[in-house]
């Protein structure tokens, strides 16, 4: 199939009715991709690894840079997570001894240090991420958490398991530069936060311009940080009436898209 050629403000506009479609726009789109200034057929899925990740059914992947520029895959599975080298071959880095048994994967990344967490268990950390063995507990006692971001030199969790209970509106960050220590202070700056306006549970965390976004099922607290001795301050009522769903928010430099039940 040859390429379409599309002009730049045109392209695939299903909101538009057959009647009002502007010149040049697509009601359906199939099986095309955007290609400079044309659509370009998809020609399908290609093996570019035949590696295996065991028996968990794949939840999460992304791709994090070291310091050192190199780039390194992660999959979280139901299971275990697995790390894509160079060679194209998957490596079991999950932490020794441990079967996972979460539905959820949420990843950050401090320098060369990654941390995940799947709320069923501890968070985790693989420090010198590109080459070492296996994920180990997060020192400090940090709470179980769904999700995890690294924002100003602290290591922010929410949606907590914590002193047995469940904390769904609830955040716990780091000390600065520390993401080992959590006992909260006014000289680290480690400390927590119930977002009790907020409507709904946290289903997501992301950086949003110099803020984070929080977001809820039908609303969404923003977070500006302040610095010592407060560190960040919460705007809960902002932003009503709309929400993400979860596993849906794809941040993109200081943007983040999400969908929540009516739109994206």
């Keep these: 199939m040859a390429n379409i050629n599309i002009s730049l403000d045109k392209g695939w506009q299903p909101d538009y009715s057959s009647i009002a479609m502007p010149e040049g726009g697509l009601s359906e789109c199939k099986n095309l991709l955007p290609l400079d200034e044309y659509y370009a057929p998809f020609y399908g899925l290609s ?38 080298g160079s060679n194209k071959v998957l490596t079991n880095v999950t932490k020794v001894s441990t079967t996972y048994s979460g539905i959820h ?16 268990d501890a968070p985790q950390i693989l420090k010198n991420f590109a080459s070492a063995s296996n994920f180990t507990d997060l020192a400090g006692s940090p709470p ?18 914590e002193s047995g209970a469940a904390h769904p509106k609830k955040v716990r960050w780091s000390a600065k530069e520390n993401i080992e220590l959590y006992t909260p202070s006014l000289t680290t700056g480690a400390d927590s936060q119930t977002l009790a306006d907020a409507d709904g549970e946290i289903t997501g965390i992301s950086t ?26 919460f705007f809960t009522n902002k932003i009503r009436n709309v929400g993400a769903i979860q596993g849906t928010i794809v941040p993109v430099e200081d943007v983040a898209f999400f969908w929540d039940t009516r739109d994206i």
């Design 208 to 233: 949003v311009g110099n803020a984070i976004g929080i977001f809820h099922s039908n609303s969404i607290t923003l977070g500006v940080y302040s610095g010592a001795p407060y560190t960040y301050s």
């Design 144 to 161: 179980r958490a769904k999700y995890v971001l690294f924002n100003n030199g602290h290591l922010m969790f929410a949606n907590l398991y």
């Design 47 to 84: 093996v570019y690894s035949s590696n295996s990740t065991g028996s968990g059914v794949p939840l999460f992947a992304k791709e994090f840079i070291t310091g050192a520029g190199v780039q390194v895959p992660f999959i979280g599975t139901t299971t275990q997570i697995w790390r894509l």
């Design 105 to 120: 994967w949420s990843f950050a990344q401090y320098g060369d240090w990654l941390v995940a967490v799947n709320y069923a």
